[in-house]
C-alpha cells in the first residue's frame, strides 16, 4: 500500500533560518485584493513567468531576493500572498514556542486554493502570460503539485524541500517537475524521496529530483550563507531550477 504522505507537514524545521542580505529591486502590487511582490526582467518579457509560493514567513527578504534572481536570468517572478496576511514574522526564526500546527490548520487547501487560481487567471488574463511555472518552497511546494495535474493551472513545476503533500496530489501529476531535496529533513525524508521517485518513474513524466548533501530543510530559502556546504546548496538549486525552466517551460 502507497504511503498517504510524500511529505509530512510543516514543523519546527521549517522555523529555522537565516535573514539574507541584499538589496530588493523589484515592486510590491496589487493583484485584485491580493498583494504581490513583482520582478521583472530588463527586457519586461511576459513570456514565461514563475509564481513563487513561499514558506510559512509569506514575503519577506529571502523570497523577494529569490524572485529578483529570478527576472535577472529572463522570468517574470511573482510572489503572492498565498496566506492572506497571516505570515509568520521572521523575528521568529528559532522559536520554539511557535504553533506551527495551529498555524497550518489556519491555511487549507479550501482557503490557500482561490488565492493561487485568482493569481494565475491575472497572469494568463490581464498579463498575458504564454506560460507559467510554479516554484514551491516548503508549505508552498504543495500549491505546485496541486496544480500541475491534467486540467491544473501550471506548465511546470519546481519544488524545494517540500512539505505536506499527498500522495494523492503527488500521483496527480502530469507536467514536468523538479525537486531539489536536503540530504537532513524530518518532513521530506529518504524514505519520502524514494516514494516520491517511484511515483515519477511510474508516471512517466519528465522529472528530477536533485539531494544535497549535508544540508538541513530550508537549505534553499533559508540557509546560513556564511557556512560553505549552505551556500553550495543554495546556489547549485536555484541553478537547479534555472536550467529546469529553460527546458521544461
Given at each position: 500500500?502507497?504511503?498517504?504522505?510524500?511529505?509530512?507537514?510543516?514543523?519546527?524545521?521549517?522555523?529555522?533560518?537565516?535573514?539574507?542580505?541584499?538589496?530588493?529591486?523589484?515592486?510590491?502590487?496589487?493583484?485584485?485584493?491580493?498583494?504581490?511582490?513583482?520582478?521583472?526582467?530588463?527586457?519586461?518579457?511576459?513570456?514565461?513567468?514563475?509564481?513563487?509560493?513561499?514558506?510559512?514567513?509569506g514575503i519577506y527578504?529571502?523570497?523577494?531576493?529569490?524572485?529578483?534572481?529570478?527576472?535577472?536570468?529572463?522570468?517574470?517572478?511573482?510572489?503572492?500572498?498565498?496566506?492572506?496576511?497571516?505570515?509568520?514574522?521572521?523575528e521568529d526564526f528559532?522559536?520554539?514556542?511557535?504553533?506551527?500546527?495551529?498555524?497550518?490548520?489556519?491555511?487549507?487547501?479550501?482557503?490557500?486554493?482561490?488565492?493561487?487560481?485568482?493569481?494565475?487567471?491575472?497572469?494568463?488574463?490581464?498579463?498575458?502570460?504564454?506560460?507559467?511555472?510554479?516554484?514551491?518552497?516548503?508549505?508552498?511546494?504543495?500549491?505546485?503539485?496541486?496544480?500541475?495535474?491534467?486540467?491544473?493551472?501550471?506548465?511546470?513545476?519546481?519544488?524545494?524541500?517540500?512539505?505536506?503533500?499527498?500522495?494523492?496530489?503527488?500521483?496527480?501529476?502530469?507536467?514536468?517537475?523538479?525537486?531539489?531535496?536536503?540530504?537532513?529533513?524530518?518532513?521530506?525524508?529518504?524514505?519520502?524521496?524514494?516514494?516520491?521517485?517511484?511515483?515519477?518513474?511510474?508516471?512517466?513524466?519528465?522529472?528530477?529530483?536533485?539531494?544535497?548533501?549535508?544540508?538541513?530543510?530550508?537549505?534553499?530559502?533559508?540557509?546560513?550563507?556564511?557556512?560553505?556546504?549552505?551556500?553550495?546548496?543554495?546556489?547549485?538549486?536555484?541553478?537547479?531550477?534555472?536550467?529546469?525552466?529553460?527546458?521544461?517551460?
Amino acid at each position: 500500500m502507497a504511503p498517504s504522505m510524500i511529505s509530512l507537514p510543516p514543523a519546527d524545521c521549517c522555523a529555522k533560518g537565516t535573514i539574507h542580505e541584499g538589496t530588493t529591486t523589484g515592486t510590491m502590487e496589487k493583484i485584485g485584493d491580493i498583494d504581490a511582490y513583482f520582478a521583472r526582467p530588463a527586457n519586461n518579457s511576459t513570456e514565461k513567468a514563475l509564481i513563487i509560493f513561499g514558506d510559512i514567513f509569506g514575503i519577506y527578504q529571502n523570497i523577494k531576493l529569490v524572485a529578483d534572481n529570478f527576472a535577472a536570468r529572463g522570468f517574470l517572478a511573482i510572489v503572492p500572498d498565498m496566506l492572506d496576511g497571516d505570515s509568520l514574522s521572521t523575528e521568529d526564526f528559532d522559536n520554539k514556542k511557535l504553533d506551527i500546527p495551529a498555524w497550518v490548520q489556519r491555511h487549507p487547501p479550501h482557503a490557500v486554493d482561490p488565492i493561487v487560481a485568482k493569481v494565475i487567471a491575472h497572469l494568463r488574463e490581464t498579463v498575458k502570460v504564454e506560460k507559467i511555472a510554479g516554484v514551491g518552497y516548503c508549505f508552498g511546494a504543495k500549491y505546485v503539485v496541486r496544480n500541475l495535474k491534467g486540467e491544473g493551472l501550471l506548465d511546470s513545476g519546481y519544488l524545494a524541500h517540500p512539505s505536506f503533500i499527498t500522495t494523492d496530489e503527488f500521483l496527480a501529476i502530469t507536467k514536468p517537475v523538479s525537486i531539489a531535496a536536503s540530504e537532513i529533513d524530518s518532513i521530506f525524508t529518504q524514505q519520502h524521496r524514494y516514494d516520491a521517485e517511484k511515483v515519477l518513474i511510474d508516471l512517466k513524466i519528465p522529472f528530477q529530483i536533485n539531494v544535497y548533501g549535508g544540508v538541513d530543510h530550508g537549505f534553499a530559502l533559508r540557509a546560513d550563507m556564511g557556512v560553505k556546504k549552505n551556500l553550495y546548496a543554495m546556489e547549485d538549486a536555484f541553478k537547479q531550477a534555472v536550467a529546469w525552466f529553460e527546458n521544461w517551460l
